[in-house]
């Protein structure tokens, strides 16, 4: 039980660190390689690939916006609530929120700037590390993936939801890079301390709030 208490904090306390070793000694190694990868050599203002290439990582990136999470929450938790699983409506509302608070204050205590090697292709107003669509995203995705796998009988069904949450979280943060708005490091920093905030709100649970979690099937 230690173990689940004390690996997500080791996680987001060694995120929270790396963030600020970057913030004052520089990016990664990886970081401006992968940002120009992205990119047509010789002009960082044009992305590689087809024409369509702007338009695809600007669609991807969109699934990790504000508003697509709020229309898909408030169903679940709508969902959840016509189930009558009230604790679990709470629980999920807890998470989702608490992770963009979560996500806010990084920001603000890190205080990474964006990147400035490419030019970004995106609108962009806050600070850089980490990043609030991967980590948001992913917490949405894999919260939601946990939530509503339990209530799936065939286990073909779980794991396609499970499949699908990893893939759009996946895409999502990759988007940000490709369109120059945030270094590997940054979304590398969203995916980790969004699943060792999941871990750490789930341990709880199974600790203080067992009625929070749905009640898994065993159907095949």
Known sequence: MRLWWWLPLLMLMATIACGIALTHYGPAGFDEPLLLWFRVSGDIGQLAGPQW???FWIGLTW???TAPRIVIASLTILGLLILRRWHSALFMAGILLSGIALSTTLKFWVGRPRPQL?????HIN????????ALNSTLFYLTVALMLSP???????RWTLY???TIL??????SRIALGIHYPTDVIAGWVISVAWVWLWFAVAMHYWPKALPQSSSNP
């Open 118 to 122: 490419v030019t970004h292709l995106d």
């Open 151 to 157: 209530l799936l009988s065939r286990r073909a069904a």
């Open 169 to 174: 979280s996946l895409a999502t943060g990759v």
């Open 63 to 65: 699934l990790g916006d």
């Open 163 to 165: 499949a699908v949450a």
């Open 53 to 55: 290439a702007a338009a």
């Open 126 to 133: 806050s600070l850089s590390y980490p990043s609030g669509h």
